[in-house]
C-alpha cells in the first residue's frame, strides 16, 4: 500500500501531478491531508491548470494571454483556470494550444473514430481509410516499426491532400 | 414522482444480470451539446432555459421503452434531488448546481437524460449485473432518435464537442460498480488498482465522480473518450477488464473457502449480528457490514438472506430515503438511529 507523503500513516487516495516550469511532480496523499493542502475531490484536476506548465512550454505564453473565441469572446487563460470551454468554436480557436492538452488525455490521439451523426452521412471511404491509417501508424510506433510508420505517415499526406 | 420512486428498489439494485454476484451495475453515459449554442459556463439565463426547453420537449419524442418523466431539478426541494442522487439518476454536481435544469426519467429508472448538467445532455442508461452491450445498443438508439430532432455540435477531427475536452470525440464513460470483498480481504485489491491505472481506467467509490473508492465497492471507468470507437472502449470493459477483475476476485473467494472458512464464516455472522441487533449505526459501518452480507449470500454461507434485500437496504439506509421514509428532516444523530431501525426492521421481516 501507497502511504500519504504528508502524514504517513494513511493510504495515499490522492494523486496530483503537477508541472512546474517543465519539472515534473508527483504527489501522494490521504484525503484528510490532500484537502488541507487545497486538493479537494472537485480542485484534484482542474484540468486545465494542471496542464498549464505543459502548454506554455508547447505553444508560448505571450501567444496564449492573446487567444479569444470570436464566438464566445472566452479567452484561453479562462479556460485555463475553469477547465470549461466556452462554446463549440473553441475548439477551432484554442486549437494549436487545445492539440497537445487533448493527445495528452486520450493517449497521443486528436482525431475522432466513433459515431458520426446520421445527418452528416456515412463516412465516406476516405475518411474511413484514413481513420484506418492512423490507428495503424499509432500501432506501428508503439511497437518501434519505424519504416512502416514513414510509409503510413506519407500515405495519410496523399489522402490528406486528395480531400 | 419521487414518492412513487421510493416504493421500490431502483432496478440497477435488483442483483439481476450476468455477474451480479459480483458487477453490482453497469452504465454507460453519452455527452452531447446542442449546435449553434454556447456551453452552459458561456450561457445567459436566457439561453440556459431556451435550451431546456428546446430540450425537454425533443427528449419527449425520443422517449423509448415505456413513458418518462420529465423532473425540474430547480423546483425540486433539496431532499427530492438527494435521492435522486441517491439512486444513481442524476449527478452530485446536477443536483447542487444552480440555474435552469432537469432530468427525463424511465419509469423503470433506467435512463435518466439530464438536461443542462456540465454539457447540455447527458444520457445515461444504467442497469444491474454486466449488461454494457445490451446498454449501448439502448442508449446509441435514444441517442439516434435526439439526432433525428436537433443538431449536435460535430467537428470532423475531433467529434462530438464537449465543454470539457476530456470527454471529446465519443463522449462516452463506461462504468461498472464492482463487489469486490475478497480481493480486499486477501490484500490483493491494490494489484487491481495499478493494473486499472496501467490501462487509463479510473478507480472511484459507490457514489462515483467525487467519491473515494473506500470500502468494497469500486467504480471502474474509462478516461480516454477519443481515438478509438464507442465498441472498441465497451469491448475491452466487456471483454478484458472485467472478466478479469471476474476471476481475480473468485480466486480469492474460493481462497478464503479453502483455507479460512472459518474467518469467513465469522466476519459474515458477526456483521449479521450487529446488523440484526444495533440500534444506532454509521453510513460507514452499514457499508462494511452489508458488504460482508453480500458476500455471505453470494458465496452460499448466509441462506435466510436473499440478494435483493441486502442490494435494497444499500439504498433505504442512505441519508435522504431515510428521511422520506421517517417523513422528517433528521440530523446525523437521528439519522444513525433510523438508520438501525430500518436495517432492523428489514432483517427481521426477511
Known amino acids: ?163 | 414522482m419521487i414518492d412513487d420512486l421510493i416504493q421500490k428498489p431502483a432496478e440497477w439494485l435488483r442483483g439481476e444480470g450476468p455477474m451480479s454476484d459480483i458487477v453490482i451495475s453497469s452504465r454507460i453515459r453519452l455527452a452531447r451539446n446542442v449546435a449553434g449554442f454556447p456551453f452552459l459556463s458561456r450561457a445567459t439565463d436566457e439561453q440556459r432555459c431556451e435550451l431546456t426547453s428546446i430540450l425537454r420537449s425533443n427528449i419527449d419524442g425520443a422517449a423509448t421503452g415505456g413513458q418518462w418523466t420529465y423532473l425540474d431539478i430547480e423546483k425540486l426541494d433539496e431532499l427530492d434531488r438527494q435521492i435522486l442522487v441517491e439512486r444513481h439518476l442524476v449527478s452530485r454536481n446536477h443536483a447542487e448546481s444552480k440555474g435552469s435544469r432537469g432530468a427525463s426519467v424511465s419509469k423503470n429508472e433506467r435512463v435518466s437524460v439530464m438536461v443542462n448538467e456540465e454539457d447540455h445532455l447527458r444520457i445515461q442508461v444504467l442497469r444491474s449485473g454486466l449488461q454494457l452491450r445490451e446498454i449501448w445498443e439502448e442508449i446509441n438508439h435514444i441517442d439516434d432518435k435526439l439526432e433525428d430532432r436537433i443538431d449536435f455540435a460535430f467537428h470532423p477531427r475531433y467529434g462530438y464537442l464537449t465543454a470539457c475536452p476530456t470527454n471529446v470525440g465519443t463522449g462516452i464513460r463506461v462504468s461498472v460498480m464492482l463487489h469486490l470483498p475478497g480481493l480486499k480481504l486477501t490484500g490483493e485489491i491494490e494489484k487491481v488498482f495499478r493494473a486499472a491505472k496501467d490501462m487509463r481506467l479510473a478507480v472511484r467509490g459507490f457514489f462515483g465522480e467525487g467519491t473515494e473508492a473506500t470500502g468494497d465497492f469500486f467504480q471502474i471507468s474509462n478516461q480516454t473518450t477519443l481515438g478509438r470507437t464507442e465498441e472498441e472502449i465497451i469491448d475491452g470493459f466487456s471483454r478484458q477488464v472485467i472478466p478479469r477483475i471476474i476471476e481475480y476476485e473468485n480466486i480469492e473467494r474460493r481462497k478464503l473457502l479453502e483455507g479460512r472458512v472459518l474467518a469467513l464464516d465469522d466476519k459474515i455472522w458477526r456483521s449479521y449480528g450487529v446488523l440484526k441487533h444495533c440500534r444506532t449505526i454509521s453510513s460507514d459501518e452499514t457499508m462494511l457490514h452489508l458488504s460482508h452480507l453480500r458476500m455471505g449470500v453470494n458465496m452460499g454461507r448466509i441462506k435466510i438472506l436473499d440478494l435483493a434485500t441486502v442490494n435494497e437496504l444499500f439504498l433505504l439506509t442512505q441519508p435522504a430515503h431515510l428521511q422520506k421514509f421517517f417523513g422528517s428532516r433528521l440530523n446525523g444523530e437521528q439519522r444513525s438511529e433510523a438508520r438501525a431501525d430500518c436495517i432492523r426492521r428489514r432483517l427481521t421481516e426477511s
Open chain 1, 1 to 163: 500500500m501507497l502511504y500519504c507523503q504528508q502524514c504517513k500513516k494513511q493510504a495515499a487516495t490522492v494523486h496530483v501531478t503537477e508541472i512546474d516550469q517543465g519539472e515534473k511532480r508527483e504527489r501522494h496523499l490521504c484525503q484528510n491531508c490532500a484537502e488541507e493542502k487545497g486538493y479537494t475531490a472537485e480542485k484534484v484536476v482542474p484540468f486545465g491548470k494542471s496542464l498549464a506548465g505543459f502548454i506554455v512550454q508547447n505553444v508560448g505564453a505571450k501567444e496564449l494571454a492573446e487567444l479569444t473565441c470570436p464566438h464566445c469572446e472566452l479567452t484561453f487563460v479562462e479556460f485555463r483556470n475553469s477547465g470549461l470551454l466556452g462554446c463549440p468554436g473553441d475548439y477551432d480557436a484554442f486549437e494549436r494550444a487545445l492539440v497537445p492538452l487533448i493527445e495528452r488525455a486520450h493517449e497521443g490521439t486528436s482525431h475522432h473514430v466513433g459515431k458520426i451523426p446520421r445527418r452528416l452521412g456515412t463516412p465516406r471511404p476516405l475518411e474511413n481509410d484514413l481513420v484506418r491509417l492512423r490507428g495503424e501508424l499509432t500501432k506501428a510506433v508503439n511497437e518501434e516499426k519505424y519504416e512502416q510508420a514513414a510509409t503510413l505517415r506519407d500515405q495519410i499526406k496523399t489522402l490528406e491532400t486528395e480531400s
